[in-house]
């Protein structure tokens, strides 16, 4: 694009204000170059990375671009083998958390599968990160003139050092400033340093009484600056200290100048990406101050503008102009009076249209559609300002020979007054000329122009249209709208009326002028007035339009309301009536609890009732075979055995009873005999064996039942729904019957239930003699239903 047409189209200070929006002096400055690109892949991308970052800015607020330097020499200084000062290295390290930072910003939408923000998230991607760099500079550096104590151990222990020795010599000072001896030569009682040293100011007179080394003397020569000899060796140590402390400062600025040496190649790139990331935001930052769009591009010279504002002017006092040019008609004749409004709708398309091809949105309506042009021309006049309400005029031939000559397909040339300034036959018909050129050429032209020729030229003219610019012959003023289609009318007698010309003068002037002339001036002021009542109506047909569609909006939103209304309603009610039920069957839930509660207590004191009745009764028991015991050993064998086997019928001699052996005798000589339902253990010389004939027939029978045994019982006991008290008595029978059938593992079947039968059944097993081990069922066996007990 020419450095003239940028000019006149105020390019510039759209730069100057987009480059107010970057963060960084980088963003600033690859604002500052920005140019016009004519490349129409260019410009789509552009345009797609300036809509990322608008729709990020609405969506997210402003990214992290605080911190963002342009340390370029500071790697020109590394690359070199120079040592980063303080300041250079805090901003390195700015900058390398700005990257960081912006990566942490973005990471969530890194993280979806398919983010919205390709661009934005592809460029910072790229971005290196250097965590323990910029935690080491950090942690190093306080500030431009200030180094950490925590940058190393050593340079902590030199500064307690030095701490230290400070007191010491403050302490020495104070005692010579202090004392009586020494106040009568002091200045004033004060310490102060001079090169670096601590002295004191001492009176000239008094030079030779108080011994030290002379640093400095006032301006009038009356007070010396001397250090007493007592801390000169104090002196030379704090200097010492001093030195050490600049070489560990020195190393530690080395180390971390050669840490940033080794990424530096990174660390420039980062810095182009900040950059360039950091003038998307801008232009995103600009379009939300405009209330921009993103155009759609084409590249086959359409312009359609909808609602379009001039960007530098107030957005609240701008008029917007809808404009089209490029498909029914390639060229387009803006006539009207001189008021300023033409070159306002010029300059206007103008700009839009190298903003476009900038990637900056435009201040238009959503569907507005821009041409990406080879090139832009614009003849305006220098002296032509915007802001003004009314325009001067100028003609630069020059120039626009210059564009003639230049122009190639696919431009778009805007014409300020073309033909004015000279002779209005002769102007007229050369700017009829060059319209004809560049119309054949299908050149994307507007012109602007007060002459009545170019626009019965246009009216005439296949492919080229009249548009004019609305003007308020009331206020004088023109009201901004652009009308394509309808030729402006030039007003000149209205508005020399209206400031008071006199009416013969005006009637004078009239006659002047061909009838045609005027025959086609009233036709235009018809056309005018029919198109002012149009308007009017068409304005009257959108009130009501309008009117209409709110009524059915606001019904629509009462019987979404309504809508809404009722499935609260019956949400509400099918909630209350959940909560209902749910009160419900809690409250059944508690009441059975408590029963269950009560049922245990019953049992409960069932069972401790039970549990009594059968310790009274063992107890009894007890007594009766301690008797028995007693009387069974009274009463001995006169033929003692020494063995018996399981089966054998033996004779008790104190009960004069006869019994079954069930255990061999055990080691203490006892043997456990079945008499009748009772088991009782006797000593071995207490019984004896029965007769041969009893022997045989007994043995026979024990035999017989033993066999028996073994044939009908099962290796399991179902005793469910019986209370504890049955249960322990099945249980103890089904024990010892499963013992004399010789069964190795049983089955007790309790059921789960409140858990009170196996509870007990728990207690009889661990003391029953016939058990050697039980457990509750696994789940395949029942589960906690079930106790397997293994015999002995």
Do not use: W
Not at 108 to 129: P, T
């Amino acid at each position: 694009m020419k450095e003239k047409t940028l000019r006149v189209l105020e390019y510039n200070k759209i730069i100057d204000i987009l480059s107010q929006k970057a963060e960084s002096s980088l963003g600033k400055d690859i604002a500052l170059r920005l140019t016009p690109s004519s490349d129409f892949n260019e410009v789509k991308t552009l345009q797609e990375e300036t809509d990322e970052a608008l729709r990020i800015l609405l969506k997210r607020g402003a990214p992290p671009l605080g911190g963002i330097h342009d340390i370029l020499q500071e790697i020109k200084r590394v690359e070199i083998g120079a040592i980063l000062s303080p300041g250079g290295l805090l901003k390195v390290a700015d900058t390398l958390r700005a990257a960081r930072n912006l990566k942490n910003f973005m990471k969530s939408d890194k993280e979806n599968e398919i983010s919205e923000f390709v661009i934005l998230l592809g460029l910072i991607e790229e971005l290196n990160s250097y965590r323990q760099l910029e935690d080491d500079i950090f942690n190093a550096i306080i500030s431009e003139e200030e180094i950490s104590d925590n940058a190393s151990p050593t340079l902590r222990n030199i500064r307690k050092q030095i701490q230290m020795k400070n007191d010491s010599i403050r302490g020495r000072l104070n005692s010579i400033i202090n004392s009586s001896t020494h106040r009568k030569y002091l200045q004033d009682a004060l310490i102060t340093i001079r090169e670096g040293r601590f002295v004191v100011p001492v009176k000239q007179e008094y030079r030779a009484e108080f011994k030290g080394l002379v640093h400095d003397q006032s301006s009038s020569g009356a007070t010396l600056f001397i250090e007493p000899m007592e801390i000169v060796n104090l002196n030379n140590e704090l200097k010492e200290l001093k030195l050490k402390e600049k070489a560990e400062i020195e190393r530690i600025l080395t180390e971390l100048t050669q840490q940033v040496s080794c990424e530096s190649e990174g660390i420039k790139s980062n810095q182009d990406i900040l950059a360039h990331i950091d003038f998307i935001f801008a232009k995103g930052k600009f379009s939300l101050d405009i209330k921009g769009i993103k155009p759609e591009l084409n590249s086959n010279g359409y312009i359609n503008i909808k609602k379009g504002r001039h960007p530098l002017l107030d957005i609240n006092d701008v008029v917007p102009t809808d404009f089209y040019l490029g498909d029914e008609f390639n060229t387009l004749v803006i006539t009207g009076p001189n008021t300023g409004g033409k070159t306002v709708t010029l300059k206007t398309i103008g700009l839009l249209t190298l903003m476009t091809q900038s990637g900056l949105q435009i201040p238009a309506d959503y569907g507005s559609e821009m041409a990406v042009f080879k090139n832009v021309f614009a003849d305006i006049g220098d002296e032509q300002s915007i802001e003004q309400s009314l325009s001067t005029f100028s003609s630069h031939m020059t120039n626009i020979v210059d564009m003639l000559n230049s122009v190639e397909d696919n431009s778009l040339i805007l014409f300020d007054e073309l033909g004015a300034g000279t002779d209005p036959t002769e102007g007229a018909a050369l700017a009829m000329s060059i319209l004809d050129y560049l119309h054949e050429r299908n050149i994307r032209t507007v012109a602007t122009t007060h002459y009545s020729e170019l626009k019965v030229y246009a009216l005439t003219k296949d492919g080229i249209e009249n548009a004019s610019v609305e003007f308020n012959v009331e206020t004088l003023s023109p009201t901004y709208r652009l009308l394509i289609g309808v030729p402006g009318k030039s007003n000149a007698f209205e508005i020399s009326k209206r400031l008071g010309l006199q009416d013969f003068i005006i009637n004078s002037a009239k006659e002047l002028i061909s009838k045609e002339n005027i025959d086609f001036e009233d036709v235009l002021a018809s056309l005018e007035k029919d198109r002012r009542e149009t308007e009017i109506n068409r304005e009257e047909t959108e009130r009501l339009k309008k009117e209409i569609q709110e009524l059915k909006e606001e019904l629509d939103r009462k019987k979404e309301k309504i809508d809404i209304s009722k499935d609260r309603i019956i949400k509400e009610a099918k909630k209350e009536a959940k909560d209902i039920l749910l009160e419900a069957k809690e409250e059944s839930e508690r009441i059975i609890n408590d029963l269950r509660d009560l049922s245990i207590e019953i049992e409960k004191e069932k069972n401790k009732k039970l549990q009594e009745a059968k310790d009274k009764l063992k107890s009894k028991l007890d007594n009766i075979e301690g008797d028995l015991a007693e009387k069974i050993l009274s009463q001995k064998s006169s033929k003692p055995l020494s063995n018996v086997k399981i089966g054998e019928d033996v004779k008790i001699l104190s009960l004069n009873q006869t019994g079954t052996v069930l255990a061999p005798p055990d080691e203490s000589g006892n043997v456990l005999v079945q008499v009748g339902v009772m088991k009782i253990t006797v000593p071995l010389n207490t019984i004896e064996i029965s007769k041969k004939e009893s022997k045989k027939e007994t043995k026979v029978s024990a035999k017989a039942v033993i066999k028996d045994k073994s044939k009908n019982i099962k290796n399991e006991l179902d005793f469910r729904g019986k209370n504890l008290e049955e249960a322990m008595l099945d249980v103890d029978k089904y024990l010892d019957d499963a013992y004399i059938a010789g069964l190795k593992t049983v089955q007790l079947i309790h059921g789960k239930g409140t858990g009170i039968l196996r509870e007990g059944i728990g207690q009889l097993l661990k003391k029953h003699k016939h058990v050697k081990s039980y457990r509750l069922g696994n789940y395949r066996e029942g589960g906690t239903g079930v106790t397997i007990v293994e015999m002995k």
